[in-house]
């Protein structure tokens, strides 16, 4: 296939053969402003990003240039100011299970269980399952994120990190179109940090969503993505650079670092952020 | 360590039996006996201070008192009478007693005076209903009603009225201020719509509830022949406590952890779900703090109130003390502030206690 069609068009005809849209997710002309008392504040303008289907797409940039602000209004939670988002070709309106959250804090209800805290969603996702079926969906995946044991624990009893493996298991348990993640591990310590990474990229690898993460961590924006996208720093951020990540899938941790691309991946991130 | 860990937990509210618990331990672990015995040791200490300075104070008043009334009756009536006077003072006689604040002993005695005058009355309510047995049985076959004991209501008894009237008007502020806040919480126009009503009708006095409740409820009650102070002290005091809770609870709803309303909002939860999943449960903290005050500031009033609404519960019988100036009277009137202050701290653990429970640490699922 020619991949240069298959990038700008929605969906395509080639031979007689109907080819639905690789485009998982489009921002076009996307901007964000904030009124001030001394005048309008823009934090995006003119911010155009597609992202395919099952592509993990991570996203660095300076503190405060708009990620969060844009993730949020991928995910339906803050007000599009001009441009549009669309979702396999439809307009995003409002937050909705199709694109699932996994927050910066784990945002569980402390008065529930794991088990609880996953089925809150997948109640409200799958009404017509049974009972059984919902419980089985909702101890799948936290079998996955490795909480065996703890589904019936509080969620204040859960480390940090255990609290934010459930906050996966929650977010994938809905069956997304598209994760967007806003810096999950960004308040966890490095060793768990890793576990996280790689309990996160073995579940992906097996469900294939779509995937939009940001991360201050420019090793971790690496070893997980397909393409690392840039920001500019604000006020009127944008889109500044793209990398395409070539390595194979799946991967180690060992075998990215040993990658003869990497520093000069590596490279290339920093030169940006430092610039 | 362990059974210390859940021993803490399962005292929480009643800490200050903490001290006995640890002794009642099998295994002793020397200092922490000792440290136990250090705390409770202070707080010994302290009573015995506190009684020590209530006797000297009593008797120094007491003595002020005497000396006045010697001099009166030495200026007015000539040194025979003053001598009289003095002899009277001096053999305990009750008639010319000084009347003043009452010695620790004095409260005492009174106490242990009230709780024989409670079994003298208890038994002659069960001497009077044995001896209408039959003839109440009689009478309710007949349909009417049976004939109850009318005496005076013993010390106990007025106890028991009083913390009946507290949980009544307690029950009534719950499910009046509850649901109200709630729905003011979720609602910003509504809560501007209820704010100066709330501004308004918080700081009003106990007394005032009280006869803005008698004014409506006298009206009701017109012609009917059964007694409405009960009815109307626990009107009152639910309409006068509630409002902590009310505002409480607006509060707790209105200021939801805006992670928890953004994971409703995400997975699209129906108004149902994101009221009882989310909202309320992370809300009950709050709601529980402000039935804590809601419960205390009610024991507070219900004293005031029982007093003007002739209700028979504590607030009357310290009125009626009052009132009676009897030789006793000032001492049972200090026997009823230290039963008033018992029950209250009670009342509060016990709030503190269904709090603690309610506390996102340690509830069990909602």
């Known amino acids: 296939m020619n991949s240069a069609t298959i990038d700008t068009k929605d969906s395509y005809l080639e031979n007689g053969i109907y080819y639905p849209s690789k485009v998982m997710l489009d921002l076009k002309d996307l901007k964000k402003v904030y009124p001030t008392p001394k005048g309008d504040y823009v934090v995006l303008e003119n911010l155009n990003l597609q992202i395919m289907k099952e592509e993990f797409v991570t996203i660095i940039g300076h503190s405060g240039c708009g990620k969060t602000t844009m993730l949020s209004m991928i995910a339906g939670l803050n007000p599009i100011s001009g441009g549009n988002i669309s979702v396999l070709g439809n307009p995003v309106k409002g937050p909705g299970p199709d694109r699932g959250v996994i927050f910066q804090s784990p945002s569980l209800m402390p008065w529930m269980t794991a088990l609880q805290n996953v089925l809150l969603g997948v109640n409200q996702v799958f009404p017509h399952a049974t009972k059984k079926q919902r419980i089985d969906i909702a101890k799948y995946y936290l079998h996955k994120v490795g909480l065996d044991g703890a589904f019936n624990k509080k969620a204040t009893e859960l480390s940090q990190g255990m609290q934010q493996r459930v906050g996966i298991a929650r977010a994938f348990a809905i069956k997304p179109k598209v994760l967007l993640l806003d810096e999950p591990f960004g308040m966890l310590d490095s060793l768990t940090r890793g576990e996280l990474q790689d309990i996160l990229i073995e579940i992906w690898n097996k469900e294939k969503i779509t995937a939009v993460m940001i991360t201050h961590d420019v090793d971790e924006a690496i070893f997980l993505a397909d393409r690392v996208v840039m920001m500019t720093s604000g006020p009127k951020a944008k889109i500044g650079d793209v990398l395409n990540i070539d390595f194979e899938r799946p991967r180690t941790r060992k075998s990215v670092l040993e990658h003869q691309d990497y520093y000069k991946y590596r490279k290339h991130l920093i030169d940006f952020l430092e610039h | 360590m362990k059974q210390e860990i859940t021993l803490e937990k399962e005292s929480q509210g009643l800490t200050f039996l903490k001290p006995l618990a640890t002794l009642f331990k099998a295994k002793f672990e020397k200092d922490v006996v000792l440290k136990s015995f250090k705390k409770t040791g202070i707080t010994l200490v302290s009573i015995l201070l506190f009684l020590g300075l209530w006797h000297l104070g009593s008797k120094a008043l007491y003595n002020k008192e005497a000396t006045y009334k010697i001099e009166k009756a030495l200026s007015e009536q000539g040194q025979e009478a003053a001598d009289a006077e003095r002899a009277c003072i001096a053999s305990g006689d009750s008639s010319c007693q000084p009347n003043t604040l009452p010695s620790p002993t004095q409260v005492w005695a009174s106490f242990q005076?009230?709780?024989?005058?409670?079994?003298?009355?208890?038994?002659?309510?069960?001497?009077?209903?044995?001896?209408?047995?039959?003839?109440?049985?009689?009478?309710?076959?007949?349909?009417?009603?049976?004939?109850?004991?009318?005496g005076r209501a013993s010390f106990v008894d007025t106890v028991l009225t009083s913390i009946k009237t507290v949980f009544a008007g307690f029950l009534l502020a719950l499910i009046i201020a509850v649901p109200i806040g709630i729905v003011i919480g979720l609602s910003p126009s509504l809560r501007s719509a209820f704010n100066w009503f709330i501004q308004i009708f918080k700081p009003v006095s106990p007394v005032v509830w009280y006869l803005l409740v008698f004014m409506i409820v006298k009206t009701l009650y017109i012609g009917a022949s059964s007694d409405n102070a009960f009815v109307i002290s626990f009107i009152s005091v639910g309409l006068c406590a509630m409002w902590a809770t009310l505002v409480n609870t607006a509060m707790g709803v209105a200021s939801v952890d805006k992670d928890y309303i953004n994971v409703a909002k995400v997975l699209k939860l129906g108004t149902f779900q994101k009221v009882f999943k989310v909202i309320l449960p992370s809300s009950l903290p709050l709601i529980f703090t402000g039935l804590r005050i809601t419960l205390s500031v009610a024991w507070m009033v219900l004293i005031a109130i029982e007093l003007l609404a002739q209700s028979p519960g504590l607030g009357l019988f310290v009125w009626e003390e009052f009132q009676n100036g009897a030789n006793d009277s000032n001492a049972k009137i200090i026997v009823a502030m230290f039963v008033i202050g018992i029950i209250g701290f009670l009342l509060d653990r016990l709030m503190l206690m269904v709090q603690q429970m309610v506390s996102f640490n340690k509830n069990e699922g909602i």
């Open chain 2, 113 to 150: 005076s009230l709780i024989a005058d409670h079994q003298l009355i208890k038994a002659k309510k069960e001497a009077f209903a044995t001896k209408m047995a039959a003839t109440n049985e009689k009478l309710i076959a007949q349909g009417k009603d049976a004939i109850i004991y009318t």
